[in-house]
């Protein structure tokens, strides 16, 4: 046995303490172990691996990485949430994405917006004949 591959013997159980016992989603989708300061772990447990693998269909993962390390740790979990949504919106749109929905809930905004205006409107043509209507007083 050579000296090279004892050292590497020895420092093997080293390196595999260092890692997480338990692969994220990420790491497993990337075929690479999962170190203890992984950026994904936190936030694609290893019982989702759907999450992580449409982000980085969309984004890839050298992107989400860079932006997960430039935002405070505690808004990382929502912009994850954030990155899930649109990467799905996305595989599922492919061209308008969440602006889609959104234009689409816009609409339906709009449109409750101008029920209710024609409704208020024929509330109060109605209140107006009411008060009109002359009152008589049996008495």
Do not use: W
Request: proline share 7%; glycine share 2%.
């Amino acid at each position: 046995i050579s000296q090279s591959f004892c050292i590497f013997l020895l420092l093997l159980p080293l390196r595999e303490s260092e890692m997480n016992p338990k692969r994220c989603a990420a790491c497993k989708y990337l075929r690479r172990r999962c170190p203890k300061d992984c950026i994904f772990s936190p936030y694609f447990p290893p019982n989702d691996p759907e999450k992580f693998a449409c982000i980085h269909r969309i984004y890839g993962a050298g992107s989400v990485s860079k932006m997960l390390q430039q935002l405070p740790v505690q808004t990382r979990a929502e912009a994850v949430d954030s990155l899930c949504f649109e990467a799905k919106c996305r595989v599922e749109d492919p061209v308008y994405g969440c602006v889609g929905i959104i234009y689409l809930l816009q609409t339906q905004i709009q449109k409750a917006e101008n029920l209710l205006a024609k409704t208020q409107a024929e509330i109060a043509v109605a209140q107006t004949k009411h008060s009109q209507t002359p009152k008589f007083d049996y008495m």
